[in-house]
């Protein structure tokens, strides 16, 4: 669902760039349990998605059926919201990481490196903020369709609610789907910047 932070390993030198390299080596390790988690994130999306359309499609006379289904989305739901949280922890810490660009940028005495260092960190910055709008976005997602799921446990619902309902749960994913893609657009822009900076700092010899 979310694109990981592609970060070119095995710089070397000195200066300036390794220190840069260190750091993002650094923050690129504390990403490891956000990245571990989407194929996870993905199953589950999947398996909910074919429970419900299988409820769906039962009749009244297979309401146990239809609880049985309802309970196991509800249960799935449950452990997506245990993996965004260590999606979330993993990125928090990665942003602490992070931090430590301050240390290289005071270290440098070339202006033009001070610029580009900067820009890299604004953009990086701007980076964790989309990953912040995502998790809220896609957190929020899921108690929809929890609240969904409950109500095709409820005998007492009507086909008109479960589809108000739906379609709750669909403009929700809507705006995860934005989320998701503002992030991966940020994801590009920083690692092109990354690239361009380490490129610089191999030709001036910092």
């Known amino acids: 669902m979310v694109a990981s932070f ?9 200066g300036t760039r390794e220190e840069l390299d260190q750091v993002l080596n650094d923050t690129f390790n504390e990403e ?5 988690v989407q194929d996870d994130l993905e199953e589950r999306e999947k398996a909910e998605q074919q429970l419900f359309e299988q409820a769906m499609s039962l009749t009244q006379e297979q309401q146990d059926q239809v609880v049985e289904q309802a309970q196991e989305a509800l249960d799935s739901a449950d452990e997506r ?18 931090a430590e660009i301050d240390g290289v940028i005071e270290s440098t005495d070339e202006e ?11 953009e990086m910055l701007e980076r964790f903020t989309a990953h912040d709008r995502f ?8 108690v929809h369709q ?3 799921y409950e109500m095709l446990m409820d005998q007492e619902s009507t086909l008109q609610m479960l589809q108000e309902k739906a379609a709750e749960v669909n403009s929700q994913n809507e705006k995860v789907q934005m989320a998701v893609t503002e992030f991966n657009e940020l994801t590009q822009q920083v690692n092109e910047l990354k690239d361009t900076t380490m490129e610089k700092l191999n030709e001036s010899g910092e």
Do not use: N
């Not at 490891?32 to 571990?36: C, G, I, L, S, V």
């Not at 999606?87 to 928090?92: I, R, V």
């Open 6 to 14: 592609l970060f070119l390993a095995g710089c070397s030198g000195s």
């Open 112 to 122: 033009a490196v001070k610029t580009d260092l900067e820009a890299l960190k604004a």
């Open 81 to 98: 919201l245990e993996f965004l949280q260590a999606e979330m922890d993993s990125m928090q810490s990665a942003e602490e990481t992070f």
């Open 32 to 36: 490891e349990e956000y990245r571990a």
């Open 135 to 142: 998790a809220e976005a896609y957190e929020e997602l899921i």
């Open 146 to 148: 929890k609240e969904l």
